[in-house]
């Protein structure tokens, strides 16, 4: 990516700042960095969250957060026909929403704002794997440790409505939770049409490839992966396939009665909040796989060597990051003091960065790393899912598995189920 440009002198754009409500609105003239992306939406983002986190980092870390932090946001609208069009519209507003209230979080979960920036913004999102599976864009950081998904108006709504109860809940547990680390929320328009975007934690590693994934829910009916799915080079297993393909969790009896504290305490918090529908995302990496394709491209390589010797060209060398198993690590951003520190071994991870991952059990009949969190965390149980539970009662009866029911059968149904995913 070619580096920011800066702006001219005279191209300026006008920044309006609207902190809040009730604050004064005021012009001020701002230097601006541009970040290129294919997308314009993506373009103003990672202007957007620049511009915010650069003006965080002049206001001082309140000391407790208050009602009005939770309906706070930010307004920036910028209107500038000459300014650098080549890479930013001529006109767009970027919007943050309680910004104090996940610069808060981010402290929680131990991220540091110019960390979080670094990663957004230093290089351009990339389509994320699942992005084809999702009904808007689906992105992760160019680095891997953030998520950037596109969400409707009424998720933000939904997000909103929790965000005080949810704050409260990573306050109480101290940031030990399985549920998706919310970093920010935002809205582009680009074009008068808006785009809402939040950011989340990678729940998989930045480093360690994902070798199978499931989205468990607890039921049983119409939760099988389709034939079009089961042909992807990773797909989706739900709970039958799992079933069927007697999969289990290898993890010690102190890993298991931590992990399902966790997620005893978390659906708790979602039934509180009268959400359901939420799954247990469970991504498996092999670390035997990992070590027989690495030691295959160790052999390839010595066969190149040898040919070499008889006076046949070689073939450019792999380069490191493209090692079987592992992803590159980024220079800058969440992940990238790690480049200062030797290189981990197969299926080794840094716990304060793959926060959802597990070791297996030493005793394990094969060697994994698991990567586990709850997913679709926003649904909450209004009219359309009492008449989806009506029809499908009729269609399945009352005792059926459907996987729409009351919240607290829900979260039952769901512990139940995933109490028993460990072997």
């Given at each position: 990516m070619s580096s920011p440009g800066k702006s001219a002198g005279a191209s300026h754009p006008v920044v309006k700042l609207a902190r809040t409500k009730s604050k004064k609105k005021h012009f001020v003239h701002q230097k601006v960095e541009v970040f290129r992306a294919s997308n314009p939406v993506l373009s103003v983002f990672m202007w957007g969250?620049?511009?915010?986190?650069?003006?965080?980092?002049?206001?001082?870390?309140?000391?407790?957060?208050?009602?009005?932090?939770?309906k706070a946001n930010t307004k920036i609208k910028v209107n500038n026909h000459l300014f650098n069009k080549e890479n930013l519209p001529s006109h767009f507003k970027f919007k943050e929403y309680c910004p104090q209230v996940f610069r808060n979080l981010r402290e929680r979960f131990g991220i540091e704002d110019l960390d979080y920036q670094a990663s957004l913004v230093h290089s351009p999102p990339v389509q994320h794997p699942d992005s084809q599976q999702q009904e808007g864009l689906l992105?992760?950081?160019?680095?891997?440790?953030?998520?950037?998904?596109?969400?409707?108006?009424?998720?933000?709504?939904?997000?909103?409505?929790?965000?005080?109860?949810?704050?409260?809940?990573?306050?109480?547990?101290?940031?030990?939770?399985l549920l998706p680390q919310f970093l920010g929320l935002y809205r582009i328009t680009v074009d008068s049409e808006d785009t809402s975007l939040m950011v989340m934690r990678n729940m998989f590693s930045h480093r360690l490839v994902v070798h199978r994934k499931y989205d468990l829910k607890g039921s049983l009916v119409s939760r099988e992966a389709s034939d079009k799915e089961k042909v992807k080079e990773l797909p989706t297993y739900k709970?039958?396939?799992?079933?069927?393909?007697?999969?289990?969790?290898?993890?010690?009896?102190e890993q298991k009665e931590k992990i399902m504290e966790k997620l005893n305490r978390d659906v708790e918090f979602l039934v509180q909040q009268r959400i359901m529908d939420y799954s247990?995302?469970?991504?498996?990496?092999?670390?035997?796989?990992?070590?027989?394709?690495?030691?295959?491209?160790?052999?390839?390589?010595?066969?190149?060597?040898?040919?070499?010797?008889?006076g046949i060209p070689l073939a450019p060398p792999a380069?490191?990051?493209?090692?079987?198993?592992?992803?590159?690590?980024?220079?800058?951003?969440?992940?990238?003091?790690?480049?200062?520190?030797?290189?981990?071994?197969?299926?080794?991870f840094d716990p304060y960065i793959?926060?959802?991952?597990?070791?297996?059990?030493?005793?394990?009949?094969?060697?994994?790393v698991y990567f586990m969190g709850l997913i679709d965390v926003l649904t909450q149980y209004d009219?359309?899912?009492?008449?989806?539970?009506?029809a499908k009662t009729v269609k399945h009866g009352a005792g059926a598995e459907i996987s729409t029911v009351h919240p607290e059968q829900y979260a039952k149904r769901f512990r139940d189920f995933i109490?028993?995913?460990?072997?």
């Open positions: 969250v620049n511009h915010t986190i650069n003006d965080l980092s002049q206001i001082p870390v309140p000391v407790m957060l208050l009602p009005d932090d939770f992105l992760s950081s160019y680095d891997r440790t953030l998520i950037v998904k596109k969400i409707s108006s009424e998720e933000v709504e939904d997000m909103l409505n929790i965000l005080s109860e949810y704050h409260q809940h990573i306050v109480t547990c101290h940031g030990s939770t709970d039958v396939d799992f079933r069927n393909n007697m999969q289990k969790v290898f993890v010690s009896e247990l995302l469970l991504g498996i990496h092999d670390v035997d796989r990992v070590e027989r394709e690495e030691e295959e491209l160790e052999d390839s390589s010595l066969e190149e060597e040898e040919e070499v010797q008889n380069q490191p990051h493209s090692v079987a198993g592992s992803h590159g690590t980024s220079p800058e951003g969440i992940a990238g003091y790690m480049n200062s520190f030797k290189p981990f071994g197969p299926g080794e793959d926060v959802y991952a597990i070791q297996s059990d030493v005793g394990a009949p094969q060697r994994e009219t359309k899912k009492k008449a989806a539970h009506a109490a028993n995913i460990f072997a």
